[in-house]
């Protein structure tokens, strides 16, 4: 099969190779699933899951990329909820090949059912975006309607997942991000916008919860907005400043089967909308990891036509 395969931590994304490779095997509870799109986040080259095992053993050459949409293709030993010739959609393992190859051997468990009017590109972009908000804002901060919530990066993947779904439960949404991404983040449901680069953060006023995408000096800046009983969730490692009166949270995503379905569901009926910047092929896969211009929004590679 075509894979994209990385060997080389220090040559980043520019270190992609398109190569051949055999065809996974399914383990115990696994299934193998033909690929027709896949997700990828350029961090995960910074990922230590990405060159090794859960042993630290180097495991290069390693096939990044955690999100995928596809069709089931083979049933490993005990594994049961799926059927072959099934639509899925998931979050693969993070110690494992990726989903940027043309068939992925994947936890049966971290797959959901992808309804067949929800086309592939679409699937293959909800699962690191739609699940770390949701697991963000309704288990970590355990959001309530009627609170504030500051959205960090609301024009991105993440953040306009963020923006959608803390409106959907009836919270008061400010996104940030810079000047071009104003009328995007606002699109996507955010009330008001704060320019990074020129507006003042700490303008607006005290606020339930902070949801950080960024980090470094705005995540320390953050943390002091933050509300007596609020809280500040990372995505990108504890926050150096915590709360005075409030919850630091930082969390890794995890695959959910249930949340999944919630969350395509709400994009089947309209209410919440995927952010997709760009879509490529596999063979085209490493130059549109290393754009010659900024686009805001997740790249999808379509692995299948």
């Not at 395509?264 to 092929?281: E, F, H, K, P, S």
């Not at 900024?294 to 692995?303: A, D, E, Q």
Request: net charge negative; hydrophobic share 45%; charged share 20%.
């Amino acid at each position: 099969m075509k894979a994209i395969v990385v060997t080389d931590q220090a040559a980043g994304m520019a270190g992609m190779k398109l190569v051949e490779r055999p065809e996974p095997q399914a383990a115990i509870n696994d299934v193998v699933v033909r690929v027709y799109a896949s997700g990828f986040v350029g961090t995960e080259l910074t990922w230590p899951s990405t060159w090794t095992d859960r042993l630290d053993r180097n495991r290069t050459p390693s096939i990044p990329g955690h999100e995928l949409a596809g069709v089931v293709t083979v049933l490993g030993y005990g594994t049961t909820g799926l059927s072959v010739g099934q639509r899925v959609f998931g979050l693969t393992d993070w110690t494992r090949d990726g989903t940027l190859a043309e068939y992925a051997a994947v936890e049966a468990r971290n797959l959901a059912p992808l309804p067949g009017d929800v086309d592939f590109t679409v699937g293959a972009s909800l699962p690191i975006s739609g699940l770390t908000a949701w697991q963000g804002l309704f288990e970590h901060a355990r959001l309530q309607a009627g609170q504030s919530v500051l959205a960090h990066g609301a024009a991105g993947a993440v953040g306009s997942m963020v923006t959608q779904l803390a409106r959907l439960a009836g919270a008061h949404v400010i996104g940030t991000g810079r000047a071009a991404d104003r009328q995007k983040a606002l699109d996507f449901g955010a009330q008001e916008f704060v320019d990074l680069d020129n507006d003042i953060l700490e303008d607006v006023g005290a606020i339930d919860l902070v949801f950080d995408v960024i980090g470094g000096d705005i995540g320390k800046r953050s943390a002091h907005l933050v509300r007596a009983g609020g809280t500040l969730v990372s995505v990108v490692g504890p926050s150096e400043v915590r709360p005075a009166d409030g919850l630091a949270v930082d969390f890794v995503v995890e695959s959910n089967r249930a949340q999944l379905s919630e969350i395509v569901q709400r994009v089947r009926d309209g209410r919440l909308r995927t952010n997709i910047g760009n879509i490529a092929t596999l063979d085209d896969a490493v130059s549109a990891f290393n754009p010659t211009e900024r686009r805001s929004g997740k790249t999808i590679i379509r692995v299948h036509p």
